[in-house]
C-alpha cells in the first residue's frame, strides 16, 4: 500500500484502528507507541450506554491505559483506576497480556446531570479530587507494584506524565484524544460511533547521564550531575505538543501518517503494530471459585430463591447458578 504520493514511507500495510505502533526517533533518543482506537472501543462504550461525558471520559482512559499495558514485557495485567469525589467517582480499565481491553465507569446521575448543566464536563471536572492508580499485576507469585498520582484538576495526559516523573524517572509527553461521529451505515441510516487516538513519547538516550534531568527530581535543577533540559527532549516535546485531537482520531490521517508529520526530519521508524481486542477476562469457573470461597454465612445471604446471579460489571454478562453448585461439601 502506497501512502498517497508521500515521499520516504515506501510501500508496506498500515496498521489501522485497534493497532498500537511502536515507534523510533534515533535523531531524538525518543521512542514511543500511538493508537487509533475505534471498533474495540464502540464495542466497549456501547455495551454500557453512557452519558457522553462519562463515555469521554472513559475512552481516554482506554487509550491510557492500551498505550501503557502494550508496553509490558512480561504475562500480567496493567489496571487504571481513579477513586475521586466527582459525578463520575469510580473509572476502571485494565490491559492483560498480551492484547485484552476492558473497562467501566461508576457515576452518579443527579450530580452527572448537575455538572452537565453547569457546562462542567471535562475529564477533570467530572473526576473531582481524589486519586488515579496504576497498578501492576504479574500474578499470584509476584508483589504487585502501584503508583498513586493524586487528581487535583489535571488532565489525564498531565497525569501520566506525573506518573512517569514519579515512577519511572523517564521524561514522558502523552496525548490522548477522543472523537465522537455521526455519520450513516451502509443502509443510509443514522449512525453513532466513537474514535479515539493517543501517543505516548519518552526521552531514551544511549548515555544515562543525559536522563538525569532536574524535573525528574522535583527540584530546583541543583547537583553536581543533574543537566539541564536536554535540547533533543524539548524539541521531541514540543512536536508531540502540537498533535490535536483531530489528528489523533481522523481515520484518513492514520497512525503511520501522523508520525511521519512529526517526525520524518529527524528519521521515524515504526514496528510491527500490536492489536488490541475488547475482551473480558472474567469467566464461570472464576466468578463459581470467588463465590466458593465465601463463608457459609456470605453464601446464604447471596443465594435467592435456590440460586446466585452474578454480572460482570466490564463485559455486562450475567452467570447464574443453582446454590448446590457453590455450597460448600
Same mark, same amino acid.
Given at each position: 500500500?502506497t501512502?498517497d504520493n508521500?515521499p520516504?514511507?515506501?510501500?508496506?500495510?498500515?496498521? %489501522?484502528?485497534?493497532?498500537?505502533v511502536?515507534?523510533?526517533?534515533?535523531g531524538?533518543d525518543v521512542?514511543g507507541?500511538?493508537?487509533?482506537?475505534?471498533?474495540?472501543?464502540d464495542?466497549?462504550?456501547?455495551?454500557?450506554?453512557?452519558p457522553?461525558?462519562?463515555?469521554r471520559?472513559v475512552?481516554e482512559?482506554v487509550v491510557l491505559?492500551?498505550l501503557?499495558?502494550?508496553s509490558l514485557?512480561?504475562?500480567g =495485567?496493567?489496571i487504571?483506576q481513579t477513586?475521586s469525589?466527582?459525578p463520575?467517582?469510580?473509572?476502571?480499565?485494565?490491559?492483560a497480556?498480551?492484547?485484552?481491553v476492558?473497562a467501566?465507569a461508576r457515576y452518579d446521575? !443527579?450530580a452527572?446531570?448537575?455538572?452537565?448543566d =453547569? %457546562?462542567?464536563?471535562?475529564?477533570q471536572?467530572?473526576?473531582?479530587?481524589?486519586i488515579?492508580a496504576?497498578?501492576?499485576?504479574?500474578?499470584? +507469585?509476584?508483589?504487585?507494584?502501584q503508583g498513586?498520582?493524586?487528581?487535583?484538576?489535571a488532565s489525564?495526559e498531565e497525569?501520566?506524565g506525573?506518573?512517569?516523573?514519579? $515512577?519511572e524517572q523517564i521524561?514522558? =509527553?502523552v496525548?490522548l484524544?477522543?472523537?465522537e461521529?455521526?455519520d450513516?451505515d451502509? $443502509?443510509? =441510516?443514522?449512525? +453513532?460511533?466513537?474514535r479515539?487516538?493517543g501517543?505516548?513519547?519518552?526521552?531514551?538516550?544511549?548515555s544515562p547521564e543525559?536522563m538525569r534531568?532536574p524535573d525528574?527530581?522535583?527540584g530546583?535543577g541543583a547537583?553536581? +550531575?543533574?543537566?539541564?533540559?536536554d535540547?533533543?527532549?524539548?524539541?521531541?516535546?514540543v512536536?508531540?505538543?502540537t498533535i490535536?485531537?483531530d489528528?489523533?482520531?481522523?481515520?484518513?490521517? %492514520?497512525t !503511520?501518517?501522523?508520525l511521519y508529520?512529526?517526525?520524518h526530519e529527524?528519521?521515524v521508524?515504526?514496528y510491527?503494530?500490536?492489536p488490541v481486542?475488547?475482551r473480558c477476562?472474567?469467566s464461570?469457573?472464576k466468578i463459581?471459585?470467588?463465590l466458593? $470461597?465465601?463463608?457459609?454465612?456470605?453464601?446464604e !445471604?447471596?443465594v435467592?430463591?435456590g440460586?446466585?446471579?452474578v454480572?460482570c460489571?466490564?463485559c $455486562?454478562t450475567?452467570?447464574r447458578?443453582?446454590a448446590t453448585e457453590i455450597?460448600?461439601q
Amino acid at each position: 500500500m502506497t501512502m498517497d504520493n508521500t515521499p520516504g514511507l515506501g510501500q508496506f500495510d498500515f496498521a %489501522g484502528d485497534d493497532h498500537v505502533v511502536p515507534f523510533q526517533v534515533e535523531g531524538l533518543d525518543v521512542r514511543g507507541r500511538a493508537v487509533q482506537l475505534g471498533p474495540m472501543l464502540d464495542a466497549i462504550l456501547e455495551r454500557h450506554n453512557y452519558p457522553l461525558p462519562v463515555a469521554r471520559l472513559v475512552a481516554e482512559t482506554v487509550v491510557l491505559t492500551v498505550l501503557l499495558g502494550t508496553s509490558l514485557k512480561f504475562e500480567g =495485567k496493567l489496571i487504571v483506576q481513579t477513586k475521586s469525589d466527582g459525578p463520575v467517582d469510580l473509572v476502571v480499565a485494565d490491559f492483560a497480556t498480551p492484547d485484552r481491553v476492558r473497562a467501566y465507569a461508576r457515576y452518579d446521575e !443527579e450530580a452527572l446531570q448537575a455538572a452537565i448543566d =453547569k %457546562g462542567q464536563v471535562l475529564p477533570q471536572q467530572l473526576l473531582g479530587e481524589g486519586i488515579l492508580a496504576f497498578t501492576i499485576d504479574q500474578g499470584v +507469585h509476584m508483589q504487585r507494584y502501584q503508583g498513586i498520582v493524586p487528581l487535583d484538576g489535571a488532565s489525564l495526559e498531565e497525569i501520566a506524565g506525573v506518573y512517569f516523573r514519579q $515512577s519511572e524517572q523517564i521524561p514522558t =509527553k502523552v496525548r490522548l484524544g477522543v472523537a465522537e461521529l455521526l455519520d450513516r451505515d451502509e $443502509s443510509g =441510516k443514522p449512525r +453513532h460511533r466513537w474514535r479515539a487516538g493517543g501517543m505516548v513519547a519518552q526521552f531514551l538516550p544511549e548515555s544515562p547521564e543525559r536522563m538525569r534531568q532536574p524535573d525528574l527530581h522535583g527540584g530546583d535543577g541543583a547537583g553536581a +550531575h543533574e543537566l539541564e533540559i536536554d535540547d533533543l527532549w524539548d524539541e521531541a516535546r514540543v512536536m508531540v505538543e502540537t498533535i490535536d485531537a483531530d489528528e489523533l482520531t481522523d481515520p484518513t490521517v %492514520g497512525t !503511520e501518517r501522523l508520525l511521519y508529520r512529526l517526525f520524518h526530519e529527524r528519521g521515524v521508524r515504526v514496528y510491527p503494530p500490536q492489536p488490541v481486542y475488547d475482551r473480558c477476562t472474567c469467566s464461570r469457573e472464576k466468578i463459581r471459585d470467588v463465590l466458593a $470461597s465465601l463463608s457459609q454465612e456470605e453464601l446464604e !445471604e447471596t443465594v435467592q430463591e435456590g440460586s446466585v446471579s452474578v454480572s460482570c460489571e466490564f463485559c $455486562s454478562t450475567t452467570y447464574r447458578f443453582e446454590a448446590t453448585e457453590i455450597r460448600p461439601q
